[in-house]
């Protein structure tokens, strides 16, 4: 996140790790101007971020990659960095990452 100078549309969650949200806290206030919380954490990213920056659950990666589109505007960048696992949606992360190109291309 700290290597952007446009804000952030930031698609959070999957399976969680025990995940500390406590370290990224910081660089989510200054860099992300929304997140997007999926998977089966999409609760617990909603609850810790809700009163930091603006937070939308989604149903889906297709359905996160939308809103991300429709929040975005010119200069925005929107940021698959789930910082969970993703075995509760895909396969792994390499299938994950694929579908996430596949949705955007197909945008």
Same mark, same amino acid.
């Given at each position: 996140m700290q290597g952007f100078e446009s804000p952030i549309i930031l698609i959070l969650g999957g399976? *969680?790790?025990g995940n500390d949200y406590n370290e990224i806290k910081e660089l989510v206030k200054k860099n992300v101007k929304h997140i997007i919380a999926i998977g089966e954490s999409k609760d617990k990213v909603v609850n810790f971020?809700?009163?930091?920056v603006k937070v939308t659950k989604a149903?889906?990666? *297709?359905? @996160?990659?939308?809103? @991300? #589109?429709?929040? #975005?505007?010119?200069g925005d960048n929107v940021l698959l960095s789930p910082a969970c696992a993703s075995f509760d949606m895909f396969d792994n992360y390499e299938h994950r990452g694929r579908e996430f190109k596949r949705i955007v291309k197909a945008m």
């Open positions: 399976k *969680d790790k971020f809700k009163n930091i149903d889906s990666l *297709d359905d @996160a990659i939308y809103k @991300a #589109a429709g929040d #975005a505007t010119k």
